[in-house]
Every structure is written in C-alpha cells, then in structure tokens.
C-alpha cells in the first residue's frame, strides 16, 4: 500500500505541475500588467547556439562570419516599411535612420506632418540630421542654413545666396502614417507607390488598444520571415513543442515538457485583383494536455500579409476576445531585418490576455529566428510533393523585385557588410 501511495502521490504532483507553471507564468504577466509590455532583443542577442567558451556575441560573431547564405534575391523588395512609431517623432523632432541601404532624415513639421528626405545636403555632404532643425515645413541643413522643404525636397531658403538654383533639392520620399506608425514607400526605380497600407479601424476608433511590443533584430534575407507562412510542415515540427519549453531549440523537445503539444491546421492563398500584393494565412491552434484538448488555447488567427514587409495577424477567441498583432519587417542592410511585433487588443479585456499572446507568440517567433539566422537560401530548393505552397510563394514574392533591383554585393567572407 505504501508504494501505492507514493505512485498516486507522484502522479498527483505530475498532474498538478502544468496547472502549477501556468499559474507562475500568470503571476509574472500580472507583476507587470499595468503597462504595456515592452520587450527587446538587440542584433545576437537570440537566434544563435552558444559555443563553449564564447559569449553569446562572441558565438552570434562567429556564426556570422562562417555562414554562406547561398543564392540570395535582391536584398530590398519594393513597398511599404515602417520607419518608426508616430510616438517617437513629436512636432520639431528630427530623426536620423538607416535602412533600404539608404540615410534618412525623418522629420515633422509643427503643423503635424512627417516628412521623409534623404539625409545628405547635395552642397557639402552635411547630415541633415545630424543637428537639422525644422522650419516652417522645412529642414535645415546644420552647415550652412540651406532649407529643404518636405514634401517635394526642394530647397527653398539659402542665407547667404540671391537665389536659389532650380535644381537644389534633396530626394523627398513617399510617406504615410497609419495605424500608429509612420511608413516609407520604397521602389528601386523610383515608381509612385501602387496600392495602400490599410487601416486597421479598431485602432483608429480605438476599439482595440495597444497592450505592448517586442523588436528582434532578424541575421536573413526579408523573403525568408514571409516566406514560412506557406510552410506550414514545419508548423507542427518547430512550433509544436509547448512554449514552456523555450526558444533555444537544444531544449524545446525535451521529455520534460512533452505533456503539452500546440496543434495547428494552417492554409496559405494568394489574394486575387485588385489585391495581388496581399495573401493570406488562416490558423486553427489548438493544445492538448497529457493527449487531452484544452480547449482554453483554441484560437483562430488570420495572417494577411500586405506587401514584402507587413503582416496584420488578427486573433478570434471564443470568450477571450479579439485583438490583433501588427508585423513590420524592415530591412536595415541586405541581411539585417528589422522586426517588430505590436499588440492592440480589445480595451474592456484584461491587459494580461494580450500580454500572454505576445509572449507566447514571441518564444514561437524566436524559435524561427534561430533558423533564420543559420541557414542558408536555396534558389531552387529540395520540395516534395507536400512542399508545394513553398514554390507558389515565390512566385507571389517574386512581383515585388523588377530589372532594376539591387543585387546583394558578393560575398567576400561572412555576412559583416
């Protein structure tokens, strides 16, 4: 009886250690529900496995450095890319910002307007914002006071001159501000922008709040982050293992947390005229506990993908709510991407059930980026008949490149560009 006991004692705690990491993970969301969370992983930080005696920059240095990344396509996609949030330029502000492998100066206007130019003044080479100051619906270069107006790049003001040459100007790039974030629209022969970002109306009305962010800092080419939406084989083999195993992938598999599994039926179509540049993803999740459905994590998510950089993942729970994650991918150099993650969600729900979704979607995603960082791109990949939404994607993708696009420099060694 006494071994009894102790077998019913010990599948008792077995039962009872889910209950008891989920009840810990609530405790630490709630520690901090009061704000929005706000989470950060600088370039190296994730994505790379530590190597014996390196430290975790040392390791992200080396990979990168041993690594061929293949037969990549022109490093900078045509669209729409997010700059930064509308919050973080206020009136008079002016920012300095790399990226397209391009300098920008980003600036706005007292009377509320955004402005992006190229940030080098074409007299001497100054930095427009490197100490420009807006004036008026200008920028002003810190050299010699000469004055660029915003929307067409024109310059309109020199101090010391009678008159302004016709041709004096700066490159005035297409802007927009929508759902809270100040986007740049990029086309390497410089063609007017072609379609739209879509609103998002229940930001706009404020149906749905901002609840918090993460930014990851993504060693790959833009097309390999979209590109995993038609690969869903991989869903149930990376993303299967419950999140309280982690994102290291040494130990996402482990024995310890093979109690709980993520389910997912996912299906991946390009969008018809007038949207060819949209597609869509629709997600069933699901989990079950020791083979059993928890029915708690049912959740269906539909990922529409808006351009080469720009993802609207729209959550439907059944007595959780809604709400939605904004993706923007960015590229900052040919292998260096931007991606942040922005969580609005419904305000009359409790600030720790989107906090939850972010973190949980945050371990999934850095699972991917441990792949990303270390693979290499094949231009003409080994598919079987399974794999085959893998080719339709690229053939989707491949519209967003023309002639003209720029090619990746060769490789010389590594990927320090």
Known sequence: SGWCGAALLGRGALLFLPILLLL????????????????RRGPGRVGYVPSPGL???????????????????????DGWYRLLDSAQLPRG?????????????????????????????????????????????CIECPFHGWQF????????????????????????????EVNGMLLVWYHCEGVAPTWA???????????????????????????????NAADTAHLAFLHGPTILGGSDLRYTRSRLWDFMKHIWKAEWQPEPEPNKHCS???????????????????????????GPGLVFLVFKHAFLGHGIILQTVTPLEPLLQNVV?????????????????LRAECIQFERDVT???????????????????????????????????????????????
């Open 197 to 227: 970002v879509p609103e998002q109306r229940e930001i706009t009305t404020k149906e749905w709040v901002f609840r918090g962010q993460t930014e990851h800092f993504v060693d790959a080419h833009i097309q390999e982050i979209p590109e």
């Open 55 to 77: 430290s975790r920059g040392q390791a992200a240095r080396r990979a990168r450095r041993a690594r061929r990344p293949g037969a990549l396509p022109p490093p900078f996609p």
């Open 24 to 39: 810990l993970l609530l405790a630490l969301l709630l520690w901090g529900c009061w704000r929005p969370l706000a989470l």
């Open 341 to 357: 993650h922005k969580i609005y969600y419904q305000k009359n729900m409790p600030a720790i059930i989107p906090k939850f979704i």
């Open 280 to 306: 869509q993803l629709l997600i069933q999740h699901s989990a079950t506990i020791f083979g059993k459905h928890f029915s708690l994590m049912d959740l269906t998510v539909s990922a529409r993908q808006v």
């Open 149 to 176: 107006r915003g929307e067409d790049g024109k310059c309109t003001h020199i101090p010391y001159a009678e008159k302004v040459p016709d041709f004096a100007r700066v490159r005035a790039w297409p802007s927009c």
């Open 93 to 137: 502000a002016v920012r300095s910002l790399a990226l397209l492998g391009e300098q920008l100066a980003v600036f706005r206007t007292q009377d509320g307007q955004a402005h992006v130019v190229d940030a080098y003044c074409p007299h001497l080479g100054a930095n427009l914002a490197a100490g420009g100051r807006v004036m008026g619906n």
């Open 371 to 417: 792949i990303w960082n270390n693979k290499q791109y094949l231009s003409k990949p080994l598919l079987v008949r399974e794999d085959s939404c893998i080719q339709k994607h690229r053939r989707w993708y491949a519209q967003f490149y023309s002639e003209k696009s720029k090619r990746p420099p060769a490789q010389k060694e590594g990927l320090d560009w």
